[in-house]
């Protein structure tokens, strides 16, 4: 059972910046796909962003595209989603999640495991 700890949330105006963090100590990110998941309050989850460290595949939901971006630092073992310009569509319960390469981008909300979330809020 892999285990996932995000952190990086709080609360920004509008056109604020974050950067969320995803740290693991059991295992190295470099043999898994990423992805960041959001669910806000009575919506389904979506993926936001995605990497799949097998061949360098990237997607970005067309929402934050040019705003968030997924980042993997192998040497620190972390995984990061760097957000700017927040909009008040934004906040949610930000997840990261990890999957086996057998599983793609679009496979890993169903098959991936997932970390405990950081919470988001964007408010002025």
């Known amino acids: 059972q892999v285990q996932l700890v995000d952190s990086g949330g709080g609360m920004v105006q509008p056109g604020g910046s974050l950067r969320l963090s995803c740290a693991a100590t059991d295992f190295k990110f470099t043999y898994y796909h990423i992805a960041w998941f959001r669910r806000a309050p009575g919506k389904e989850a979506e993926q936001v962003s995605c990497?799949?460290?097998?061949?360098?595949?990237?997607s970005d939901l067309d929402d934050v595209k040019g705003r968030f971006t997924i980042s993997h630092d192998e040497r620190r073992n972390l995984v990061y989603l760097q957000m700017t310009n927040l909009k008040p569509e934004d906040p949610a319960e930000y997840y990261c999640v990890i999957a086996p390469f057998r599983w793609k981008c679009d496979e890993l909300g169903s098959k991936g495991s997932w970390g405990q979330g950081t919470q988001v809020t964007v408010s002025s």
């Open positions: 990497i799949q460290n097998s061949d360098g595949f990237t």
